[in-house]
């Protein structure tokens, strides 16, 4: 899976409401082949109180998105793109920019 978390990505489907968003990614889910993005794919969970002070009622919060339909956007060209893989003398291998090369 080429995302990791605290990449900024931008979701390339769904309904017009959430398509072409950007947000950060804040959890990796490879096994599954998901991601869950900040502000993207709102879902509301009806939660009773565990113990005193804890939140009730209609909670708003991410769900998972699949990988293949977020794109990483560049932090150097500021585009979504696809990532390649450069592979250094020494073995090392890092992300970089399809469109501009840069490495990240």
Same mark, same amino acid.
């Given at each position: 899976?080429?995302i990791?978390k605290?990449d900024t990505?931008?979701?390339?489907?769904?309904?017009?409401?959430?398509?072409?968003?950007?947000?950060?990614?804040?959890?990796?889910?490879p096994?599954?082949?998901?991601v869950?993005v900040?502000?993207?794919n709102?879902?509301?969970?009806?939660?009773?109180?565990?113990?005193?002070g804890?939140p009730?009622g209609?909670?708003?919060a991410?769900?998972?998105?699949?990988?293949c339909?977020?794109?990483?956007i560049?932090?150097?060209?500021? =585009?979504?793109t696809?990532?390649?893989? =450069?592979?250094y003398?020494d073995?090392k291998?890092?992300?970089?920019?399809?469109?501009c090369?840069e490495?990240f």
């Amino acid at each position: 899976m080429n995302i990791k978390k605290g990449d900024t990505v931008k979701l390339l489907t769904g309904d017009k409401k959430d398509r072409k968003k950007t947000g950060k990614v804040l959890e990796v889910s490879p096994k599954e082949g998901k991601v869950i993005v900040e502000g993207i794919n709102m879902v509301s969970k009806h939660a009773k109180p565990k113990k005193a002070g804890d939140p009730s009622g209609i909670i708003k919060a991410e769900s998972a998105v699949y990988a293949c339909k977020v794109q990483v956007i560049c932090p150097k060209c500021k =585009k979504p793109t696809r990532i390649g893989h =450069k592979i250094y003398a020494d073995g090392k291998k890092d992300r970089m920019c399809k469109k501009c090369g840069e490495t990240f």
